[in-house]
T-cell receptor
Framework: AQSVTQPDIHITVSEGASLELRCNYSYGATPYLFWYVQSPGQGLQLLLKYFSGDTLVQGIKGFEAEFKRSQSSFNLRKPSVHWSDAAEYFCAVGARGGGADGLTFGKGTHLIIQP | DTGVSQDPRHKITKRGQNVTFRCDPISEHNRLYWYRQTLGQGPEFLTYFQNEAQLEKSRLLSDRFSAERPKGSFSTLEIQRTEQGDSAMYLC?????????????FGPGTRLTVL
């Protein structure tokens, strides 16, 4: 069964500083990989996704993520954070080729932005 | 229509009561998913539909949980004889067919509190 680990429960970053949120997955092959953001009172919004091709994926709001097969990782990065980036971030994997079609999420990383 | 809608947004009930939640997916999306999210955790996949067919229900948490999508449009999730442990956010998502790389669009969720 697939699983996702987000090792950092909370991360505090100063506004304007760079950001990296870690995500490690367990899956028998290359999965579909997603990063979602959840703000208070809001639904989950997709930031970016990887399913094949270029391992560096660009997303919305200036975010990017890099798929590293050798490390089973899909870390999210942003060069300069804004106060509006404060939110909960979830990494998720989806299975290829049928079977249960739901996403498996990590526990999330709560991002705090310091002024 | 711009997104997935869920109703109600909040539900408070007493232990032992039955509750039903509704999800209206994006109109051209034939796949619909239900997730549960408890405090401090990522969403947990429960079940999904392709049109009116429920293709996965082994992940439903107990036989007190059931879901329907009778006409392949909106869906309902029912919890019978609610328990305090059922208190959580219940999320609905939908997506286009043809491949797990298609993004799941999430609704704002229904927050259930069982007293």
């Amino acid at each position: 069964a697939q699983s996702v680990t987000q090792p950092d429960i909370h991360i505090t970053v100063s506004e304007g500083a760079s950001l990296e949120l870690r995500c490690n997955y367990s899956y028998g092959a290359t999965p579909y990989l997603f990063w979602y953001v959840q703000s208070p009172g809001q639904g989950l919004q997709l930031l970016l996704k990887y399913f094949s091709g270029d391992t560096l994926v660009q997303g919305i709001k200036g975010f990017e993520a890099e798929f590293k097969r050798s490390q089973s990782s899909f870390n999210l990065r942003k060069p300069s954070v804004h106060w509006s980036d404060a939110a909960e971030y979830f990494c998720a994997v989806g299975a290829r080729g049928g079977g249960a079609d739901g996403l498996t999420f990590g526990k999330g990383t709560h991002l705090i932005i310091q002024p | 229509d711009t997104g997935v809608s869920q109703d109600p947004r909040h539900k408070i009930t007493k232990r032992g009561q039955n509750v039903t939640f509704r999800c209206d997916p994006i109109s051209e999306h034939n796949r619909l998913y239900w997730y549960r999210q408890t405090l401090g955790q990522g969403p947990e996949f429960l079940t999904y539909f392709q049109n009116e067919a429920q293709l996965e229900k082994s992940r439903l948490l107990s036989d007190r949980f059931s879901a329907e999508r009778p006409k392949g449009s909106f869906s309902t999730l029912e919890i019978q004889r609610t328990e305090q442990g059922d208190s959580a956010m219940y999320l609905c998502a939908s997506r286009l067919p043809n491949g797990g790389q298609n993004e799941q669009f999430f609704g704002p969720g229904t927050r259930l509190t069982v007293l």
